[in-house]
């Protein structure tokens, strides 16, 4: 009980604001920042990240929207903004995640596209398999989505400047960079212009 008060009483000293105005919405957006907040903390310090579509909280039974696993154009929403809040920690749970399904990521990514590196998918399970798409069935707009890997790049980068974690640098992120920039590499093709193309290559709510 008191190691829990001593969490909590951590977390809002690192998360502090206070917002006023005349008209009452800074105050309003006080409260929104405090149960935001709470949401996202009450489903962190697990193995696995939260996911986007409420965490623990859900108001219809066991129901949630846009299922097939992590979508990485809205799990984004969810993570960077927590460096900003000075939560560096539950950005690395969701870093660790990644890093932890690389194996089977650079496997998969063999299977799927016929090169080496990693590309993890946009929607993907706990363990890194793609959820939207198959060998046998590519989903149309996703199999060909692969902007989010330079996205989780950013975000390690960010992750970095915040925490200036040295070891993590070499361990962990450029690593992953090298991995992900194998992937690009080898999945580019060379165009009668002399530049690399990445062909057939989409973009999602970007």
Same mark, same amino acid.
């Given at each position: 009980h008191?190691?829990?008060?001593?969490?909590?009483?951590?977390?809002?000293?690192?998360?502090?604001?206070r917002l006023q105005s005349i008209s009452g919405e800074?105050?309003?957006?006080?409260?929104?920042?405090?149960?935001n907040l709470y949401a996202l903390a009450c489903g962190m310090g697990g193995p696995y990240p939260m996911r /986007?579509? =409420?965490?623990?909280?859900?108001?219809?039974?066991d129901c949630r929207a846009w299922d097939h696993?992590?979508?990485?154009? $809205?799990m984004r929403l969810v993570y960077f903004p927590m460096l900003a809040a000075g939560h560096c920690d539950f950005v690395r749970e969701y870093i660790d995640w990644y890093l932890g399904n690389s194996g089977f990521v650079r496997d998969q990514t063999k299977s799927l596209f016929e090169v080496d590196g990693l590309a993890w998918r946009e929607t993907?399970? /706990?363990? =890194?398999?793609?959820?939207?798409?198959?060998?046998?069935?590519?989903?149309?707009?996703?199999?060909?989505?692969?902007? $989010?890997?330079l996205e989780f790049c950013l975000l390690m980068e960010l992750y970095y400047r915040a925490t200036g974690?040295?070891?993590?640098?070499?361990?962990?992120?450029?690593?992953?960079?090298?991995?992900?920039?194998?992937?690009?590499?080898e999945y580019a093709t060379s165009g009668s212009d002399g530049l690399l193309h990445l062909q057939?290559? =989409?973009?999602?709510?970007i």
């Open positions: 008191i190691e829990h008060r001593q969490w909590w009483q951590r977390f809002w000293e690192t998360s502090f604001i800074a105050e309003y957006e006080e409260r929104l920042w405090y149960a /986007f579509t =409420g965490g623990p909280f859900l108001l219809e039974k696993g992590y979508w990485g154009q $809205n993907q399970s /706990f363990w =890194g398999a793609d959820t939207a798409s198959s060998l046998a069935e590519p989903n149309a707009m996703m199999h060909h989505h692969f902007t $989010n890997n974690d040295e070891n993590f640098l070499r361990e962990d992120f450029y690593p992953a960079l090298r991995g992900v920039l194998e992937f690009f590499r057939p290559a =989409g973009a999602v709510e």
